[in-house]
């Protein structure tokens, strides 16, 4: 017996009590891509949570009990701290999927602007919509969303579904807003017999226009972090060095007590902070890759 069918045997019984609150769980799971059911997830946090707690209790009351010698508060100080972990666990295994759906969402609307170009290019050729989808799941390169056009594509060829109702269930396991907009957009000109070349023409050209304006918000906003990094880190760093080296003089302090920290700051504090601020710049433009 595997480890999920173990959970959802033992915690079947607690999952059904514990399912309408929370309501969200299904679709967050299939907006994170995760094949599991919301009882089958809910059962395998419940018994990863008892589990943590089963071995952090012993762990815990024995490393406490050379704390505090009485027998008693130790004990039950062990059992308090183990169950704030466990459920801690509990509400992050819960979290888990949103998570992994807002990483999927960030790919997706990094990737939409150029990838909508690339489908209105590939539909001005007047190709029924499906025969758009599939020539853009087999040339396109932004992968976020050849996923999802991929997927779309598998519903038709192996479900039998026409494409407005797989776009519709395409939606609805989509993480993005601004795709899942996207799609909608597609499939009312679909039904309604529009034009969904000049759709996607126009649709991409105002995705392109929000890029730029993102463009311009994140080149004003590196100014002013560039201006942060050179005067709080670079020559915080130097007034640190020099101003440490004047008291030394003053106070006679011996210089074998202040060039370690200097040599702290300059060799592993700076690299560390210029990384992390590389890191965080990164991750706030619109084109993180």
Not at 52 to 73: E, G, M, Q, T, V
Not at 210 to 218: D, H, I, T
């Amino acid at each position: 017996m595997g480890y999920l069918e173990l959970s959802f045997k033992l915690f079947s019984w607690l999952t059904e009590r514990l399912m309408p609150y929370f309501p969200d769980l299904k679709s967050e799971l299939k907006k994170a891509r995760m094949k599991y059911s919301s009882h089958e997830y809910l059962s395998l946090s419940c018994f990863t949570s008892f589990l943590a707690f089963l071995i952090s209790l012993p762990i815990l009351s024995f490393l406490l009990s050379y704390k505090f010698p009485i027998f008693l508060f130790s004990f039950l100080f062990s059992i308090t701290i183990a169950l704030f972990l466990s459920a801690l666990l509990f509400f992050i295994l819960l979290k888990y999927p949103k998570f992994v759906s807002a990483s999927r969402s960030q790919k997706i609307e990094k990737d939409l602007p150029f990838a909508s170009l690339y489908l209105a290019t590939i539909s001005s050729s007047k190709l029924p919509l499906h025969k758009t989808f599939e020539m853009f799941e087999k040339f396109g390169k932004y992968d976020a969303v050849v996923s999802e056009i991929k997927r779309i594509n598998e519903n038709v060829r192996n479900f039998g579904l026409d494409i407005n109702t797989a776009i519709e269930k395409g939606i609805e396991e989509n993480p993005s807003k601004k795709m899942q907009e996207f799609l909608w957009g597609l499939l009312s000109v679909s039904r309604g017999g529009g034009d969904v070349s000049l759709f996607l023409k126009e649709r991409s050209r105002s995705l392109f226009e929000e890029y730029r304006r993102k463009l311009y918000e994140f080149s004003h906003s590196l100014t002013v972090y560039v201006e942060i990094y050179l005067t709080g880190v670079v020559i915080g760093s130097i007034f640190f060095v020099i101003l440490t080296s004047i008291i030394s003089g003053i106070s006679g302090t011996p210089l074998e007590s202040i060039v370690p920290m200097q040599f702290f700051l300059m060799i592993f504090l700076l690299p560390a902070v210029s990384l992390l601020f590389l890191f965080l710049v990164k991750k706030s433009s619109p084109g993180e890759d």
